[in-house]
């Protein structure tokens, strides 16, 4: 990908459904770009190394740290955001699970659990604990104990994963 004449990289990439385009300086990070240059700000930075987990978000239907992915790697793919989860409803049922189990105190953490447990029952599987747990492992609550997020986690797959038509929760764009 080329540079533009102002120094910035041109990019093209969807997001949440729609086709955002523009140019950034060559190291600006994806979490930056749809923070500051589209003001989705339920990506949250944390510890911009990759090992906190709050900036995750879906890039072509697999969990990402947006903090180590550059905007212009993005370019050309589907981003799917936390604003992105609840297709104009006010909360999805995941979100809605998170909140009846206390998955969430301070919420700094939860969009980045939302985006990996939308990655995992996106696949559609049988999920027990230890499965939810380790796929979660990735990804840092200082404040839940991480309990109400198993269980919100494995009520939703209960329920039906994303992908068969009667589980409300919205599989990868």
Known sequence: MSDDPDGGVPI?????????????????????????????????????????????????????????????????????????LSDGDPLNPLQTALADHHGLQCGFCTPGFLMVATELLAEGRDLDEDEVRERLSGNVCRCTGYQGIVEAVLEVARRGAPGRDDSGVPGPR
């Open 12 to 84: 093209d990439l969807v997001v949440n459904g729609v086709t955002r385009r523009g140019a950034v300086p060559p190291r600006t990070s994806l979490a930056d770009f749809l923070r500051d240059h589209l003001g989705l700000t339920g990506t949250h930075l944390g510890c911009e190394h990759g090992v906190c987990g709050a900036c995750t978000v879906l890039l072509d239907g697999r969990s990402v740290r947006s903090c180590l992915v550059l905007a212009a790697q993005a370019s050309g793919r589907s981003v799917r955001t936390v604003e992105g």
